[in-house]
């Protein structure tokens, strides 16, 4: 791969990562906080139990959206990693390079598209037969 394309691949990956980091830091969530505390409300008071369960569920929510956004950094950190080792953008189980297309829609791709649904295909079949 030619170092400017390696390049444009390294600023689309650091884009990604800066936009899922602004969104973490965005959503401000702090999950050692209690539903009473997170709400703003120290009162002695107990809330209705509606709300509680809104809020269990909108914590949960959260939780969740981070713990994805949190792989996908994960993710964008190996891509980074296999770039700088010069190991960007091959497969990592044919070894061919991985198409320019792919790379575009999916930059922190591991796997060309045959090989990633292969693997997919592999996957559910032994989900199916347990």
């Keep these: 791969m030619k170092p400017e394309q390696l ?41 209705h139990m509606a709300d509680q369960a809104s809020d269990s569920a909108d914590r949960e929510t959260s ?35 991985i198409p320019p297309e792919r790379l575009e829609a999916v930059p922190h791709a591991v796997h060309c598209l045959e090989c990633q649904e292969r693997q997919e295909r592999e996957t559910r079949g032994g989900a199916a037969e347990a």
């Design 7 to 47: 390049a444009h691949y390294e600023a689309l990956l650091l884009k990604e990562r800066e936009r899922i980091m602004s969104e973490l830091g965005a959503s401000g969530v702090n999950h050692n906080q209690t539903p009473r505390e997170s709400s703003g409300d120290l009162s002695a008071y107990s809330f």
């Design 63 to 97: 939780f969740f959206l981070a713990s994805i956004e949190t792989q996908m950094l994960d993710l964008i950190d190996a891509a980074l990693t296999r770039l700088r080792r010069g190991e960007y953008g091959r497969c990592a189980s044919c070894e061919r390079e």
